[in-house]
């Protein structure tokens, strides 16, 4: 992209030269001499003025070519920035939705929780004095047994005696 700036001046040059004869060394030439170099400098001079032309021209294009590709390149980003907002927003309403159904059982869980806590502690008291009672009944059973067991052999003991008191009176 480098302008061809070094070629202006020398066309510069030939048409100062042309304006001032003295600085083309002759010393006051011919007329048609002067007159041909300075159609002669004043052609180079336009040629290079259409070079810097084409030039400018082809830097335009190329300027043009590179904001075009930009703007396409711009409009894919955005395309793509878009597709991934897109993506992502099913996922954070669904993670929202789970995270709201959380705080809610969470909030269901706590008297639960307590409720539960209370109720075992209930039920260890309850099974404690179930425990206890089956014992006491336990042993209440035991003592039974015993007292019936004892009061049937005084009572055979007793018939015995009896059933001895009557064999004797025969």
């Known amino acids: 992209m480098q302008m061809q700036g070094g070629g202006v001046e020398p ?27 300075s159609r002669s400098a004043l052609s180079v001079f336009k040629a290079k003025e259409e070079q810097i032309e ?24 955005a395309f793509i920035r878009q597709e991934l907002e897109g993506m992502a927003d099913p996922t954070r309403k669904e993670v929202e939705s789970i995270r709201k159904r959380i705080d809610t ?8 929780s307590k409720s539960c806590v209370k109720k075992e502690k209930e039920y260890k008291e309850v099974l404690e004095a179930y425990n206890e009672k089956s014992k006491e009944k336990a042993l209440l059973v035991n003592r039974l047994i015993e007292l019936v067991s004892e009061s049937e052999r005084m009572r055979m003991k007793k018939l015995e005696e009896l059933n001895k008191t009557v064999d004797s009176l025969y």
């Open 11 to 37: 066309a510069m040059q030939m048409v100062l030269r042309v304006k001032h004869p003295s600085s083309l060394g002759s010393g006051g030439g011919d007329e048609e001499d002067g007159e041909g170099s």
């Open 54 to 77: 084409r030039r400018k021209m082809e830097v335009r294009e190329k300027v043009f070519a590179h904001l075009g590709r930009v703007e396409e390149e711009s409009k894919r980003l």
């Open 105 to 112: 059982v969470n909030r269901q869980l706590k008297p639960l």
